[in-house]
Structures are given as C-alpha cells and as structure tokens.
C-alpha cells in the first residue's frame, strides 16, 4: 500500500459513513441506542476523538519522538471510551460535528504533507507500536474505526425503518 492509497481508504470510508449520515435528521441524532446505548452524537464524538488520537501520532512522528499510544486497562478499550463519552456527552451537536469534520481534515491535511512514505509502513520503525506499521494504526483509529461504527449506526437505521412501516 502507498500513501496516496491509505488516504483513499480513509476518504473512501469516510464518504460513504457521510452518506448514512445525511439520512439521519438532525433530532435523531441525540436518540440513545445506537450505538449500545449512545446516540449518533455520542457516536461522532467518538470518532473524532479516535481520529485525534491518529492525528497526534502523525505529529509526534513528525517530530520524531516516542509514539504515546492510549493506555487501556480494558480488552474492549471500555475505559478510555467512558472517559470520552463523559468529557464530550453535555457538549452540543454542532461542536461535535465540527469536532468529528475538523479532525478528519486534520489527519487528510497531515497524511498528505508526510514526507516519508516508507517510515508509515515499516514495521519497525516506530518500537512502541510493536510491530505495526504506522499506517496499520492510521487505519484502525480512523477508516476501520469509522466503518465498525457506520455499520452499527445502518443496522440501528434499518431497525428504524422496519419499526415505521
């Protein structure tokens, strides 16, 4: 894969989560149970907050320093997604929206002035991801994570849609 593909992906996922997006009203977007019992708001914000995440490990990469990865003590990531859903849940819709667009331009912005193409894909590159391309990382936070989460958000809209006929 090349950097011009991993950005593709990532758009790729990202327009098509923006289609299912835009089926969503603005009043459904604070339903709860969407994604377990969040809403698309709380969901959004998680997303941004994971796509955050990958921005800042771009710029410490940049910056050529250790890589901080998140710390869970928790398989499923359970705590550190509590300690964001309480920081972002009082905050309005539209701040999570410009949150969940400007980090996503953000990553877009960083991935494409990266210069060294070769240092997001090598394994062992960076010691603190343990054998994982940069790039694998860039995608989980970002692309694979907004995919597992559009999918969740289709099915809650197809339950939707059965209910109403």
């Known amino acids: 894969m090349s950097k011009a593909e991993l950005i593709s992906r990532i758009e790729s996922e990202r327009r098509v989560l923006e ?7 603005a009043e459904d977007m604070l339903v709860e149970g ?3 019992w969040w809403s698309v ?6 997303i941004a907050m994971w796509y955050s ?3 800042t490990l771009l710029f410490q ?12 003590n928790a398989p499923d990531w359970s705590d550190i997604n509590a300690r ?8 309005p819709l539209d701040r999570i929206q410009a949150d969940f667009h400007g980090a996503h331009q953000q990553l877009i912005k960083r991935l494409n002035a990266w210069a060294d193409e070769a240092a997001l894909f090598d394994p062992r590159r960076y010691p603190a991801l343990k054998g994982r391309a940069l790039a ?4 989980d936070y970002t692309g694979g994570h907004s ?19």
């Open 84 to 91: 964001d859903y309480a920081s972002q849940k009082d905050r």
């Open 61 to 72: 990469a940049e910056r050529g320093g250790a890589l901080q990865l998140p710390r869970s």
């Open 53 to 55: 995440r990958a921005v």
């Open 34 to 36: 969407v994604v377990g």
């Open 41 to 46: 708001k709380d969901t959004l914000a998680h």
């Open 147 to 165: 995919a597992e989460h559009r999918a969740q958000i289709e099915s809650w809209l197809a339950g939707r849609s059965r209910a109403a006929h």
């Open 19 to 25: 289609e299912t997006l835009a089926r969503i009203p």
């Open 136 to 139: 694998d990382y860039l995608w």
